[in-house]
């Protein structure tokens, strides 16, 4: 199947600092990558909806100065948290979907444990 | 927005046992996808259906598309240890469009 590598697959920062988690598609090119998170023992919630070479569409609720995407190339998305917070430990993972028919299933990133102190 | 019921919440069994988990829809679904996830890792695909009505295998997996679009369901058969995990439900209305996820099933096999 398709492969979407994230990195890293875990990173612990201190409070008020960025961090950035990056997601590639190996073997296709992403023009749609989706970014989740997941609290423990709960389902993946959708953050937000990046196309390549436009501005990602956020769900309600979450802050789009806080969750910085970009998605410059076909290949790889961004997701910066800005000025974490211990609320903003969780896990993150993203999807892409492009260009193949198998991505059709939105294959999935192995996801980044961020831990905030 | 649209909500996907997934249960059981969580299945402890014996090794050897089936599993059946099942996941209702209040909307229509183009395509379900049934994921395993294991701690710490992102979701892995198991199998994808497209068409109302369909039977899909996968080894020991099999999963059905409800003939409605708004139900789906999934069966292990004789579990082994290594199907312990949490296994996701999720529909999506179009090709590539954003998934809508079940709440999880965690299944816990006994040796």
């Known amino acids: 199947g398709a492969v979407v590598s994230q990195h890293p697959s875990w990173v612990i920062c201190k409070s008020g600092t960025s961090v950035k988690i990056e997601c590639r598609s190996l073997d296709f090119q992403a023009t749609t990558m989706f970014w989740y998170r997941q609290f423990p023992k709960q389902s993946l919630m959708l953050m937000a909806t990046s196309n390549e070479g436009s501005k990602a569409t956020y769900e309600q609720g979450v802050e789009k100065d806080k969750f910085l995407i970009n998605h410059a190339s076909l290949t790889l998305s961004t997701l910066t948290v800005t000025s974490a917070h211990p609320e903003d430990s969780s896990f993150y993972i993203c999807?892409?979907?492009?260009?193949?028919?198998?991505?059709?299933?939105?294959?999935f990133g192995s996801g980044t444990q961020l831990s905030v102190l | 927005g649209q909500q996907l019921n997934q249960s059981p919440q969580s299945m402890f069994i014996q090794e050897g046992e089936d599993v059946s988990m099942n996941c209702t829809s209040s909307?229509?679904?183009?395509?379900w996808l049934w994921y395993k996830q294991d701690p710490g890792e992102g979701p892995v695909l198991l199998i994808a259906l497209y068409k109302a009505g369909e039977l899909t295998s996968n080894g020991r997996l099999t999963a059905q598309f409800g003939i409605t679009r708004k139900d789906s369901f999934l069966n292990i058969s004789a579990s082994i240890p290594s199907d312990v995990g949490i296994y996701f439900c999720?529909?999506?209305?179009?090709?590539?469009?954003?998934?809508?996820f079940g709440e999880g099933t965690q299944l816990t096999v006994n040796p």
């Open positions: 909307s229509i679904f183009n395509t």
């Open positions: 999720a529909g999506q209305e179009t090709s590539g469009s954003r998934l809508t």
């Open positions: 999807s892409a979907s492009g260009d193949r028919e198998e991505t059709e299933e939105l294959f």
